[in-house]
């Protein structure tokens, strides 16, 4: 009798903890409407070439994003790639961008670097290049997350105080504010040094980009 309670008690014990398990689900961040619509308005080419024309403090800058690593479910991936347009071939700035959604009208953009990253300039026309580009060659940027909030079809936000480092031209952190809406895209990236004052960046404002295609 002893040993047919022991064996029912590690059964019942067995089962139990099987049923009370936490199963952490697994989310295709791939089938979120919201997520996969505000990808798209980011998602193409855009110019700073009718700002650029209409104030001479402005250069005339190519942005593009464009999707990589679609089979990934963990979010919405981007190439990211900007570059004057007079050296289109030589961007001054590449990233990857990894998108989620945390909250309801929350949308956040994890900033990752690219090692030997012009190797992969010119990469949105390039099947070669885009298979090339692996998960192993990025890198995440800690404290650089811009962080945007939607109300309507307005989107606004960027990275958050002082937590984006940034040694750039004797900058101590760098700022990046961001509206979206279709079709256009306002960025304004600054540098800062220790004592707060501005060492990069636009100064009366930021960049607006129009989405071309």
């Not at 939607?150 to 990046?176: F, H, V």
């Not at 509206?179 to 404002?205: E, N, P, R």
Request: hydrophobic share 35%; glycine share 8%; proline share 2%.
């Amino acid at each position: 009798m002893t040993k047919r309670i022991s064996i029912l008690i590690a059964l019942f014990t067995v089962t139990f903890f099987s049923g009370c398990s936490v199963h952490k689900r697994v989310v295709d961040l791939r089938n979120d409407k919201a997520l996969v619509h505000f990808a798209s308005l980011l998602t193409g080419k855009f110019s700073s070439k009718k700002q650029a024309a209409e104030d001479s403090t402005y250069l005339h800058i190519s942005l593009i994003m464009t999707p990589i690593w679609q089979d990934r479910t963990d979010g919405i991936w981007l190439y990211v790639e900007q570059a004057a347009a007079s050296r289109l071939t030589k961007p001054y700035r590449q990233r990857v961008y990894k998108l989620t959604r945390p909250g309801a009208n929350i949308f956040q953009s994890d900033i990752y670097t690219i090692q030997n990253a012009l190797d992969f300039a010119g990469l949105q026309d390039d099947v070669a290049k885009m298979q090339k580009l692996t998960p192993d060659k990025i890198e995440l940027k800690d404290g650089c997350a811009v962080i945007m909030s939607r109300k309507n079809n307005l989107y606004e936000g960027g990275t958050q105080g002082e937590s984006c480092p940034s040694d750039l031209r004797g900058a101590s952190y760098a700022t990046t504010k961001i509206t979206l809406t279709d079709g256009q895209l306002y960025s304004w990236d600054q540098g800062f040094d220790s004592s707060d004052i501005q060492v990069w960046g636009a100064i009366k404002g930021g960049y607006v980009f129009l989405k071309e295609k």
